[in-house]
C-alpha cells in the first residue's frame, strides 16, 4: 500500500472537507485516517490516504488540488509516507478532550542525510 499524507490549513469557510474528501473520490483514493480542528479560525486538517487506486503519478495528485487551493485559498500539502523518517507523535493535552490534537511530527529523510 501507498500512503500519503495531506495536510491542509487555511481560514475557516463551509465545504472545505467535502471539496478535499470529493477530490480523493474522484482520484479513487481512499481515506485511512482524518483529524480535523479549528484553531482561533484557522482551519487545520490532516489526512492519511491509500494512492494505490489512482491512476496517475503521485505529481498528478498534487496537481489535482490546485484548483482547490486557489479557490478556497488553502495551503494543501501532499507528501508520502514512504519518504518520511517518522519522529514519535506529540500529545497536546492542555486542549480540551473534545479539542485535543494530536500533532504527528516527522522529517524528511533527506534531512537526515
Given at each position: 500500500m501507498t500512503k500519503a499524507?495531506?495536510?491542509v490549513t487555511g481560514q475557516d469557510t463551509t465545504g472545505?472537507?467535502?471539496r478535499v474528501a470529493t477530490?480523493?473520490?474522484e482520484?479513487?483514493?481512499n481515506i485511512l485516517d482524518i483529524t480535523q480542528t479549528i484553531l482561533s479560525g484557522c482551519f487545520t486538517m490532516m489526512m492519511v490516504?491509500?494512492?494505490d487506486g489512482a491512476q496517475m503519478e503521485f505529481a498528478a495528485v498534487d496537481?489535482?488540488?490546485q484548483p482547490i487551493?486557489?479557490?478556497m485559498h488553502l495551503n494543501i500539502h501532499l507528501?508520502?509516507?514512504d519518504l518520511l523518517t517518522p519522529l514519535p507523535c506529540l500529545f497536546l493535552m492542555h486542549l480540551p478532550r473534545s479539542r485535543r490534537l494530536f500533532l504527528c511530527v516527522a522529517a524528511w529523510s533527506s534531512y537526515n542525510k
Open positions: 499524507l495531506i495536510s472545505i472537507i467535502a477530490k480523493l473520490s482520484l479513487n483514493i490516504v491509500d494512492l496537481e489535482a488540488f487551493r486557489e479557490e507528501q508520502r509516507t
